[in-house]
Structure formats: C-alpha cells, structure tokens
C-alpha cells in the first residue's frame, strides 16, 4: 500500500504560477512512473496533466506544455509540478498518482483543488 500525501494547491490569479508536491510512501524503486492527473468537472474524468518514469521520461498534456514542469526526487519519494502562466481553464482538483514498476497498479492521493481567477 502506498500512500500519496499532497500539498500546495490554491487559488492564484490568471497568469501566475504555483507549485504542486507530493511524498509517497514505500521505495521510489518499486515506481514505474509519478506523476499528476486533474479533474475539471465534478463527475467529470481524471485527465492526465504530466508524468516522469523511473528513466526521467516525461508526458504532458498538450494543453499544459511548455506552462507546466513535472520533476522527481527519487531519494525523498517526492514529484512536484510547478505551473506557469496559469489559466482560468487550469482550474481542478489535481491528484497525485503512483504506478507500479511490477503490476502497473495506480495509487492516488486525496487531491488539492487548484483555482485559476480571471
């Protein structure tokens, strides 16, 4: 059982920037990859925003590249996304994620609400 524990988060003007972090338990060697999804909508889906795997690779949405930076810090479990030039359409709960190397089996943590004035 690996345990996601989020912070950062909050409401931030139009064209500003704010950080995500998130520390997991267990070994970052049992990760495949970290990363962060968000949902828009209430009852809407979790849509990926940006991951890293255990080799460095990164994925974003199209929506967020070249704005977000998604980084990992094998030695304290951790994967932070720092967001730039936000936009009101950025505005969602943003949930940290874990896949495993082994089984490929997702852990999420509990969400941070991230909100985007215009």
């Known amino acids: 059982q690996v345990q996601l524990v989020e912070s950062g988060g909050g409401l931030v003007e139009a064209g500003r920037s704010l950080s995500l972090s998130c520390t997991a338990s267990g070994s970052a060697s049992d990760f495949y990859s970290m990363g962060w999804y968000r949902r828009q909508t209430d009852g809407g889906q979790r849509e990926l925003v940006a991951?890293?795997?255990?080799?460095?690779?990164?994925k974003y949405a199209n929506s967020v590249k070249g704005r977000f930076t998604i980084s990992r810090d094998n030695a304290k479990n951790a994967v932070s996304l720092q967001m730039t030039s936000l936009k009101p359409e950025d505005t969602a709960i943003y949930y940290c994620?874990?896949?495993?190397?082994?089984?490929?089996?997702?852990?999420w943590g509990q969400g941070t609400q991230v909100t985007v004035s215009s």
């Open positions: 994620n874990v896949k495993m190397l082994t089984t490929y089996y997702n852990y």
């Open positions: 991951y890293i795997t255990n080799r460095d690779t990164t």
